[in-house]
């Protein structure tokens, strides 16, 4: 099946530091999603992304879908931004979401 | 917040029992798939659910099953419960049934099985 490779696994940052995650992919995919697991344990929607760029506030998302590889660019990051981002694929006639391990993400004030 | 509803929150039961898991999707989703997160497995796809019609099936063990009713929520069983399906189980939506369409995830259930 397909493998979801996301670096680094754990990132520590200082408040108002800026920081890029990464999500490799071994196939072609129709979909690529992001998604922050808050402490609560609840998965909420970032970026729908299959390929180019996007931005929502302080995060931005870009696609490079014929390199297979996605970044997420923190900003400016917040206590708050604390948690697991997770990328998650979906391939070419397939419906499951295939996620990766994600990067556990903490923010010290 | 998603639009996507799940009931319970939390659910403690103990080794041999069986739950229900209930998922309700976005207004105007058809499609309803599962997803149970361990900790020594991560995030896997059990079962996908489009306009009541089972779609594609994942690593569900035979002793959960699932079904999408007609005002399309949809509900996981969970049968002769062991220790090892303690886990936090997600349902999300989406408009359609695979290629581009955004799936979307509600809050979850915390299963502890004691």
């Known amino acids: 099946g397909i493998q979801v490779e996301q670096s680094p696994p754990d990132l520590i940052l200082q408040e108002g530091a800026n920081s890029t995650l990464r999500c490799n992919f071994s196939?072609?995919?129709?979909?690529l999603q992001w998604f922050h697991q808050n402490p609560w344990g609840q998965l909420i929607n970032l970026f729908y992304?299959?390929?180019g760029t996007k931005q929502n506030g302080r995060l931005s998302a870009t696609t490079v879908a014929t390199e297979r590889y996605s970044l997420l660019y923190i900003s400016s990051s917040q206590t708050t931004d604390s948690g697991v981002y997770f990328c998650?694929?979906?391939?070419?006639?397939?419906?499951?979401?295939?996620f990766g391990a994600g990067t556990t993400v903490t923010v010290r004030a | 917040d998603s639009g996507v509803t799940q009931t319970p929150k939390h659910l403690i039961t103990a080794t041999g029992q069986r739950v229900t898991l209930r998922c309700s999707p976005r207004?105007?989703?058809?499609?309803v798939y599962w997803y149970q997160q361990s900790l020594d497995q991560g995030l896997q796809f059990l079962i996908q659910?489009?306009?009541?019609?089972?779609?594609a099936k994942g690593n569900i063990l035979e002793r959960f099953s699932a079904q999408q009713f007609p005002d399309l929520h949809s509900e996981l069983n969970l049968s002769s419960l062991e220790l090892g399906d303690s886990a936090l189980y997600f349902c999300?939506?989406?408009?359609?049934?695979?290629?581009?369409?955004?799936?979307?995830f509600g809050p979850g259930t915390r299963l502890t099985v004691t």
């Open positions: 999300a939506s989406s408009v359609g049934t695979g290629l581009a369409y955004e799936q979307y």
């Open positions: 196939d072609s995919v129709n979909n």
């Open positions: 659910y489009y306009n009541g019609e089972e779609r």
């Open positions: 207004s105007g989703d058809l499609s």
């Open positions: 992304i299959p390929s």
């Open positions: 998650a694929v979906l391939l070419s006639n397939d419906y499951k979401l295939s």
